[in-house]
């Protein structure tokens, strides 16, 4: 039987076995919440601002990549 991890020394990251598959085990940043003026902007972005609002989301996830 071959092991649930292993740990790959050329990229640096642990791996999962699944069935055939091996998936690396990744975690999300940690992130700071925003607070209730965060949000209401936020809302008010998407719903009369949408344009951007996706650019400043995609901006965001292509940062956390």
Request: proline share 5%; charged share 20%.
């Given at each position: 039987?071959?092991?649930?991890?292993?740990?790959?020394?050329?990229?640096g990251?642990?791996?999962?076995?699944?069935?055939?598959?091996?998936?690396?085990?990744?975690?999300?940043?940690?992130?700071?919440?925003?607070?209730?003026w965060?949000?209401?902007?936020?809302?008010?972005?998407r719903?009369?601002k949408?344009?951007?609002?996706?650019?400043?989301?995609?901006?965001?996830?292509?940062?956390?990549?």
């Amino acid at each position: 039987m071959m092991k649930k991890y292993t740990f790959d020394a050329k990229n640096g990251l642990w791996y999962e076995q699944c069935e055939e598959y091996r998936l690396p085990c990744l975690t999300v940043p940690n992130s700071k919440p925003i607070g209730i003026w965060g949000q209401r902007h936020r809302r008010y972005l998407r719903q009369h601002k949408y344009g951007t609002y996706t650019a400043l989301l995609l901006m965001t996830a292509a940062h956390l990549w």
